[in-house]
């Protein structure tokens, strides 16, 4: 009796079946993002809850998640997501995990359509929803196409959320909350915010392993801080919180000092250089 060995295929054959399988697979992707489209065909224009629906451009797409430097550690809300198409970016592109609230269910239908066509359910969901009704506060990134007076209205939410929170707009600002950062091109125009962190009050500064102390009286107005310094109330000359980084520029005296440092709720190290000499300080905040 003969036994009968199985020798594996030249590499040639399993080649062209390895293309074959995945020219197939790709044909069937094409006809699964074909059929969803015959299902609902969205146009420009169309009436929404609060908005018209107008598609964003691949290239702002892009462009507003590298403002908001998407990564895979990232968890993305799209308010307002339409067809899905900056949920599924996010996590095709930038390898993140992402939410779309849609209000509109046929819109929704269509972007859970195209993430199930692309693969992607295991990091992309659409809800159908109200945007003002969902609760998007452990977002690390929020993705915003919407109009001046709806991003005003979620703004008291926005700015309660973690600091360090990116928040990117197409084409709308937040009012008197300026943008950190701006990207105007053909292709439209792209605002960035960082959540900031909570500083306004009365700080203690003490060097780590010295004696020296100073006291700080903050103000704060969104990302802009303004006051005083030591028992002279020296003004503050520039002072800005970007997320959990704050910095201060003051005065004592003749001594040009510089802070830098991170915010965790009431305490802050940092980084403090008085003329040319820097050394570490904690700062914590007096309890009103």
Known sequence: ?????????PIWIRLFLFAALLACGLQAHGQQRADCEKQYQPSTGQPGKDVVWVPTSDGLVK????????????L????????????????????????????????????????????????????????????????????????????????????????????????????DW???ESSISEDGAAYLWLVPAKVAGKWNFKQQGGKDTFAVQLG??????????????????????????????FSEGDVHTVMKGTVAGNRIEAKVTRNNSTATYIGMRQSS
């Open 1 to 9: 009796m003969f036994s009968r060995h199985r020798f594996p295929a």
């Open 178 to 180: 300026q943008p950190d």
């Open 76 to 175: 993305v809300y799209d308010l307002g997501a339409g067809d899905g198409k900056i949920a599924i970016a996010a996590a095709r592109q930038f390898g993140a995990r992402s939410v779309g609230v849609e209000y509109n269910p046929d819109m929704a239908n269509l972007a859970q359509c195209f993430v199930r066509a692309d693969g992607l359910t295991d990091k992309v969901k659409v809800i159908q929803g109200d945007i003002f009704e969902t609760d998007f506060s452990n977002a690390t990134v929020i993705t915003l196409y919407l109009l001046p007076e709806l991003n005003l209205k979620l703004r008291p939410t926005i700015l309660e959320m973690k600091p360090g929170t990116r928040v990117v707009s197409h084409s709308f600002l937040m009012g």
């Open 63 to 74: 462009r507003m998640l590298e403002m908001a430097k998407v990564s895979s550690n990232d």
């Open 220 to 249: 704060q107005e969104f990302q802009k801080l303004r006051g005083t310094v030591g028992a002279q109330s020296e003004e503050i000359s520039q002072g800005e919180i970007k997320g959990t980084q704050i910095s201060l520029t």
